[in-house]
């Protein structure tokens, strides 16, 4: 029978990668910023001409708006203060162009 080693998170360096992703991840600021302005009516959808400076990080009200949660909540999950649900874990994953593995900090 096979051993089936459980995986654990280590919530402390997860919350630092979100934190870091949000300020330097370029597939979230492009999706944040053409969701923002799709939501607006301002998007083209080209990212290459979109108005959104790509050398200033997304704020925590930003990202807030895309998850569609206070942006306390964002606060929280960047200071290891709540956890993220895994489907938001998959979403920031996806939008970053990222495993989850990757987001993720696992130890055992």
Same mark, same amino acid.
């Given at each position: 029978?096979?051993e089936l080693k459980r995986k654990y998170i280590d919530w402390a ?10 300020? *330097? ?7 944040? %910023? ?8 301002? %998007? ?5 001409? %979109?108005?959104?400076?790509? *050398? ?8 807030a708006k895309v998850f569609n949660v206070s942006e306390s ?13 895994? *489907? *938001? ?6 939008? %970053? ?12």
């Open positions: 029978m096979i360096n997860t919350a630092k990668n979100l934190k870091l992703l949000r300020r *330097d991840n370029i597939n979230l600021r492009r999706y944040v %910023c053409s969701r923002l302005n799709y939501d607006k009516g301002e %998007c083209s959808g080209e990212c290459e001409t %979109c108005r959104f400076d790509m *050398d200033e990080s997304i704020s925590q009200l930003e990202l909540m964002i606060v929280n999950w960047e200071n290891n203060k709540s956890r993220p649900q895994l *489907d *938001d874990l998959l979403f920031y994953s996806q939008i %970053c162009g990222l495993d989850l593995y990757d987001v993720v900090v696992f130890c055992e």
